[in-house]
Structure formats: C-alpha cells, structure tokens
C-alpha cells in the first residue's frame, strides 16, 4: 500500500467527516485511498465535531478553504442552517451528509439514498419499479432511503417501527412524492408476503448487537431481496436467515457506505470514484481490526 502522508505539501487539498462519535469512521480510510488511487494530492481527516460547535466547524470549511466535507450523525440535519444552497433532493429528505466548497460557496447534498440504491441494483439487479417494498425503521437513515426508494418509482412503500407514530408521521412527510403508509411491527408478516425488497433501517443487529434480529424471517419468499443497512458485520444474522433458511438473496450495508463516499468523491472531484479501492480499503480495514481482537 502507498503512503498518502509523503504526498501531503502546500498544494495539498483538505477533506473531512465530522461527527461525534467519529472515531469508528471508516471514511477516512476509504477516502484517502481514493485520492491515492486517482494520484489527487489530497487529504481527508476525522473531525470530532461536539454538539454546540458544529457552526464553527462549518464557517472553518470556509476559513480554511477545505474542498469537501461530510458530516455524519448527529449533525446532519442542523447543518443545513449554515450552508448557502442545499441541493433539491438533500432538501426534501431533509439531511445533508456531503458538502461541497466553491470558492467558499457551501452546497449540501445527500448521498445515502443515492448511494444505497446504487449499490442495490449492482449487487441484486432488483428492478424496484412497480414493486411494493417493506422498510423496517422510521430515522433519519429511513429518510433518505425511503426518498430515493421512491424515485424509482416503487408501487408502495410500507414502513413498519417499533413507534407505531414515527412510521406513520414519515409516511405523512413522504406522501407527496411516495405512495407510502406507516404501520407497526405487528403488521410484519403480512407486509412481507407483498414486500419484493425488505430493508433494514435499524441498528438492530449491529455490532455488538450481533445476535439481535428486527423481524421474524419465516414470512419472507424466496425471490424477496432482504437488505439491511448494517454493515459491522457484514452479514447481520437478518441476512444469514433470510439467506439460509428462506433462500432471499441478501444485501450488506456495507455497498451503500462505500456508494455514499463513492458520490461524494465524484461531487467533489468530478471523476468517477475508484470503488473497487475503496471496499477493498474498508475490507481491509475489518480484517486487521478482527485480527487484532
Ligand atoms: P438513524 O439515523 O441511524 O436512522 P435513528 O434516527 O435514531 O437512527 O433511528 C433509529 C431507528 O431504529 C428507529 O426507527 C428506531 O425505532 P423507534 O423509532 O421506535 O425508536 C429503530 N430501533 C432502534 N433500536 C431498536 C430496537 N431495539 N428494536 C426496534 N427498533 C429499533
């Protein structure tokens, strides 16, 4: 592997992701691999942003004339108070997770919903016009799935929560571009039987969850994709069953985390993002901090 740190001179360009938590990140791995990759003269940081300060943090991509930034949880609805435009789609979902920098001009964009089906029909080849489709979880993550769902133009969409009224207030949010209805996790197995593609948007199951589950498999068909937006571990025990005792194909969170970099990096740069690079560099990543525990 090369040493990005011996390119870093006066010329170099800043990036960066700020959250809080932010020391699990793994975008700074995949992100500098990149800018190796494509031999851009880059850098892109871990920015431990605490809630209060996130203002500040923002009027510094300015100051310090960084050219791109992500922003993770929990900022990534207050931000869109300090940029100058937000891009369309980022705006209806109502997160931002990618900024761009012209010239100090700041542009918010959201990349999770964008990312997330990318790496769905690559991975699946799932045609989702005309489907009905179960999303599981009513948060922010649900959010931009949800929107970019719909926008291929998904028959309906159905959204079961643990709060029954966070599932229907998101339908309520979607409805003017979904046709979309809230339910609660009871309503599951009938839900499913209809669903083509049932998606995580929970964390149950994430690590060190591992053994937790946010549905009942045995109403889930054979030709059902079941997707979960977990990606540590890589195959949640939703997938496994769903994979081994109902024979659904599965798809990892892991593609919609590389694919919402892969959007952003194309945002920030213009070029097409080396993404084989880029999973290999988060892959990596999980084997030597499994090696070591
Ligand atoms: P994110 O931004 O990652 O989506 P979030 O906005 O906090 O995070 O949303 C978390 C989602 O996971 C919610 O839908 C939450 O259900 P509630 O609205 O009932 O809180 C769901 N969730 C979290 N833990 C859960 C659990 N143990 N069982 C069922 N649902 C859970």
Not at 22 to 38: D, G, T, W
Not at 238 to 244: G, K
């Amino acid at each position: 592997m090369g040493n990005t740190m011996s390119r870093l001179d006066s010329h170099t360009l800043f990036f960066g992701v700020f959250g809080d938590p932010i020391r699990q990140s793994k975008s700074p791995i995949m992100l500098n691999r990149a800018f190796e990759a494509v031999g851009m003269n880059a850098a892109y940081g871990a920015f431990h942003i605490k809630p209060g300060t996130l203002k500040d943090a923002i009027a510094g991509i300015r100051a310090l004339q960084f050219r791109g930034v992500n922003v993770t949880v929990p900022h990534k609805v207050e931000v869109m108070d300090y940029l100058d435009h937000i891009d369309e789609a980022a705006r209806t979902i109502g997160a931002v997770n990618t900024i761009v920098n012209d010239d100090g001009k700041l542009t918010g964009f959201n990349t999770d919903g964008i990312g997330y089906i990318r790496s769905l029909k690559e991975e699946t080849g799932i045609e989702l016009r005309g489907r009905k489709v179960l999303m599981i979880g009513a948060g922010g993550a649900a959010r931009g799935v949800g929107y970019a769902l719909a926008k291929e133009g998904t028959e309906h969409i159905y959204i079961a929560n643990r709060t029954t009224e966070k599932a229907v207030e998101l339908a309520a949010s979607m409805s003017s571009f979904a046709s979309v209805s809230g339910h609660s996790l009871d309503d599951i197995p009938a839900l499913a039987a209809e669903a083509a593609l049932i998606v995580n948007n929970t964390s149950v199951g994430m690590h060190p969850n591992v053994d937790d589950i946010p549905m009942d498999v045995s109403c889930i068909r054979p030709d059902t994709v079941a997707s979960d937006l977990v990606y540590n571990p890589l195959v949640t025990r939703f997938l496994r069953e769903a994979r081994d005792q109902r024979g659904a194909t599965v798809h990892s969170g892991l593609g919609m985390f590389i694919y919402q970099g892969a959007y952003a990096f194309e945002y920030w740069t213009g070029q097409p993002a080396p993404v084989t690079v880029m999973r290999e560099a988060v892959l990596a990543s999980f084997e030597a901090a499994a090696a070591k525990a």
